[in-house]
C-alpha cells in the first residue's frame, strides 16, 4: 500500500471523528440550502449558474477551514516527528494530507449534487451542464485546499494558517479585479480562479482549464513539501 | 561484534550558541548507552540527528553501515524513536495507532498484526488496545509510544527522556522494559537522572553544552574520577592514632586520613580513609582490604567497617559539569582535577555515609 494513501485514509478517519467536519458540513448544507431556496424555488428558475456562483463564494470560506489543520497541527503537538522519522518522505506525508482533505471535500461536493437532483423534479434540468459545473466546482474546491494545505505547512497556529489560506485563496479569485489593461490583463484573467469556471458553467470541459487546475494543485503541493523539508533545516 | 549505530562527529548549530558540537560515539547490539547531561544540553538535538528528524550540520550517522544521509530510509527502517513526551494522536485507538505506524514502517498485513499481539502482549496493552490514545494515562501512553517504537523491530532503539513524568512504579516498569529491550537492541536512550543512568546503562556518555564531556562505564567513570585511587572507609574500635599508623604501614597503603564525624566517637570508635596507591587495580584493591583488616585485627581493634568508598556517578557528573569555571569540561575530565574535588566531596559526606 503506499504510503500517502496510508496518510490520506488516517486524515479521512480523524476528519469525521472531529466536529469540525461536521459543524462545516451543516454549514455548507445549510447554505447551500438557504441559496438554493432563494435561487431556484423563490425565484422559479432552473437556471443552476447562480448557485454555483454561491457555492464558490461559500468554499472560499470553509477550504482553508478544512485544511488548517493538516500541518499546522502536527508540527504543534510535534507529532509529525514520529511520522518523519518513519520511512516516509515528505511529499508522501504532504501529498497523503492532501488527498485526505480532497477526499472530505468530495463528500461536501458530493452533497452538493442533491440540489440538481431535487431541481430535476421540479423542471428540466441539462444533466451535461450539471455534470460540467459540479467537475467545474470540484476542481476549484481541489486547487483551494492545495493553497490551504501550504497556508498550514508555514505556521503550527491553526488561526494563522486558516488566514492565509484564505488570503491565498481570496488573491486568486480577485485577480481581476484590479483595472489592468493589455497583456497584464490577459495574464491576470488567466490565473484568475473564477475565469477558468466559465467554460464549465456552460458544459464545456476544456483541457487548458485542466491543465490550469492541476497545475495550480501541483504547484502549490510542491512549495508545500519544500517547506515542510526546510522547516527541518531551521 | 560490530557497532550497530555509529555516530561520528556530529554537529548541529542552530544560531549562535544552541545545538550539539561533535559528538561521536558507537553503540553495539546488546548494549544500552545513556546520554547523561542537564537540561538543554543537547540530548534531544542529537537524538533528533540521530533518528534523522534533523539534518546535521556536519558528521555522520550509520545504522548497519548504512549512512543516513545517502540511504536516509534505510536508516529510519532500522530506527525506533520514542521521542520526549511521545507525540501520539489523541484521537486515535491504540490498535488503530499502532496499525498505522506499523503501515509507515512498511510491515505486512500479517506481520504487522502478529507483531502488535506480541508488542501489546510485552508491554501489557491488550487491555487498551481499543481505548482512544487521548483518553489513556501517561503512563500507558509512554508505553504505546514505545510500543511503536519497536514495533518494526529494528535493530537500534533511541529513547528521548523516556521516565519523565511517570510515576515510580511506572518508572520502575519503564526501566525493566528498556533493559529488557536492550538485551536484543541497541539502545540509546536520555536522562538527566542519575540512578537511572548507573541502573540501565553498560555505557555513559556525559554531555554538556552541546559537547561530549567524557564516555565510559559508570564503574570506569568513578575510577577515572579518583585518578585509579582506590580507597576505604574504615571505621575501628579503638585510639585513632594507633590505627593509623599500623594502616599506614600496610603495603600499597598511600596515606590514611582520620575522619572527623564518627558518630559514634564516644564509644572509642574512629573513623579513617586509607587512600591506596595510585594504579591499585580491583584484584589488588581487594587483596588490600584483606590485609587492611589484617592489620586491624593484629592490633587487638575490632573492626566495625571496612568497605570500599565508591565515587557515585553524581560525583562524576558535578565535577565534570562545574569544571568549566575551573578550566574546560575535558581538563576536568582527566586524573588531576577529579581527583581533588571527589576528595573534597568524599570529606564532607564521610559523616553521612556511616549513618547508612
Redesign the interface.
Known sequence: ?S?WW??AR?EW??AF??PLAYVLLGLWMLLAGFFFVSLILHSQSTDLGPLGQNLIILLLFIAPLLTMRLLAEERK????????????SPAQWVVGKYIGAVLVWTVFAGVSLLLPLVTSRLGTVDWGVVGASWLGLWLFGAATLAMGVFASSLTDNQVVAAMVGFALVLLFYATTWIPTSGWVSTLLAYISLPGQLNDFTLGVIGVPHLLYFLSLIGGFLFISVRSVDLR??? | MDAVLEVIGVTKRYGPSRGVQDVTFSVRRGEVVGLLGPNGAGKTTTLRVITGYLPATAGRVKVEGHDLWEDPYAVRRRIGYLPDNPPLYPEMTVYEYLTFMGELHELPRARREVRIDEVAERLQLGDVLGRLIGRLSRGYRQRVGLAQAVLHEPPVLVCDEPTVGLDPRQIAEMRELIRGFGREHAVVFSSHILPEVRLLCSDVIIIHKGEVVTRGSPADLTERLRGGAAQWLVRVKGPADAASAALAAVPGVRSVHPQLAAQDEAEGVCALLVEATPGTGRKAGEALSDRLFAALAAGGWPARELRPVETSLEDVFMELTAAEKAGTPTEAAGAGGGRRGAAARLGTRTGGRGKA
Do not use: F
Request: hydrophobic share 40%; charged share 25%.
Open positions: 500500500m504510503k496510508v496518510v488516517r478517519r480523524v471523528q472531529s503537538t510535534g507529532s509529525e516527528e514520529l511520522v518523519l522519522t518513519a520511512p516516509l527541518r533545516w531551521t
